[in-house]
């Protein structure tokens, strides 16, 4: 499935209200780990920022030991802190790399935006190495602007929502 029609995808999925939005993001996951050969491992972290720590939110592909992660420890940690996107071509290059699987070869890690503060990250794992291009980027950001407009027009609570 290409591009613009997994956006269009997860619009559907993300505008299905009978869902709880925990499991519109289950689903839009699923999708994803789906229909992208190299994405083997996809889930949502979520910020607590009176914590300064990352909480696991849904995810598809195998459970993780990593529920939780302190701001600036791993991949993840240093995208909730830089507020930048994050590609990893080689995860065994970096010296500050959390492994949930030792499969994994490359990483990539988009911000969630909503009202310009961030709220958590879109965290993708690959058992490719090199696998994630400036396309896969602009597809989860343009996925990441979806939500954060669920989550700006349902006022949804997320840190309500996490463990
Ligand atoms: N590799 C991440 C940890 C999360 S797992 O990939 C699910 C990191 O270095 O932050």
Redesign the pocket.
């Known amino acids: 499935m290409n591009n613009s029609k997994l956006i269009e995808q997860s619009f559907t999925i993300l505008d299905d209200k009978n869902l709880s939005f925990f499991q519109r993001l289950k689903k839009v996951c699923d999708l994803l780990q789906q229909e992208k050969n190299s994405y083997d ?1 996809v ?1 949502f ?1 979520f910020a607590k920022h009176s914590e300064k720590t990352l909480h ?1 939110g849904p ?1 598809a592909g195998e459970p ?1 030991d ?1 529920k939780v ?1 302190p701001f600036g ?6 995208v909730a802190e830089s507020n930048k996107n994050f590609l990893v071509e080689d ?1 065994n290059a ?1 010296d ?5 699987s030792l499969n ?1 070869k490359s ?1 990539i ?1 988009v911000s969630l935006f909503v009202n310009d503060q961030n709220i958590g990250q879109i ?1 993708i ?1 690959s058992n490719t190495a090199n696998a994630f291009s400036k396309d896969d980027e602009a597809l989860l950001e343009s996925i990441n602007k979806m939500i954060a407009q669920v989550i700006d027009k349902e006022n949804i609570q997320i840190l309500d929502l996490i463990e």
């Open positions: 491992w889930g972290y696991l995810f993780t990593h992660i420890k791993g991949i993840c940690g240093q995860v970096q500050n790399y959390i492994a949930c994994v990483e890690v965290d794992d």
